[in-house]
Nanobody, 121 residues
C-alpha cells in the first residue's frame, strides 16, 4: 500500500505564506518526479510545480517567483513553500509522485487526498 498525505494547508491572508508537506509511505521507490497540483472551484486541475529526481524544477507561470518546491528523499517527503499568496491561489492542493517499475517500465502515479488552501483578501 502506497499512501501520500498532505499537510500544512489552511486559511491565510493575502501576502502571507504557507508551507505544504507531502509524506509518502508504503512500498514506494525509484520515484522519478514529485509534484504539486491544484484545483480551484470551477477550474481544471493544474500543475503548480514539479521536481525531478535530479533536483530540476518546473513551475507554472502563475507561481514563478513566489512558490518553491523541494524534496527530502531520505524522508520520502516533498514540500511546497508558498509566499506572497494571492486570493487566486485558493484551491485544493494535491501532491503527486510518479515512478516506473518492471521490465516494461510500467508507469505508476500516486496522489494524495488534497489539502485546502484559502487565501483571503
Amino acid at each position: 500500500q502506497v499512501q501520500l498525505v498532505e499537510s500544512g494547508g489552511g486559511l491565510v491572508q493575502a501576502g502571507g505564506s504557507l508551507r505544504l508537506s507531502c509524506a509518502a509511505s508504503g512500498n514506494i521507490f525509484n520515484v522519478t518526479v514529485m509534484g504539486w497540483y491544484r484545483q480551484a472551484p470551477g477550474k481544471q486541475r493544474e500543475l503548480v510545480a514539479l521536481i525531478g529526481n535530479g533536483g530540476s524544477t518546473n513551475y507554472a507561470d502563475s507561481v514563478k517567483g513566489r512558490f518553491t518546491i523541494s524534496r527530502d528523499n531520505a524522508k520520502n517527503t516533498w514540500y511546497l513553500q508558498m509566499n506572497s499568496l494571492k486570493p487566486e491561489d485558493t484551491a485544493v492542493y494535491y501532491c503527486n509522485a510518479e515512478r516506473k517499475s518492471g521490465p516494461y517500465s510500467v508507469r505508476y502515479i500516486y496522489w494524495g487526498q488534497g489539502t485546502q488552501v484559502t487565501v483571503s483578501s
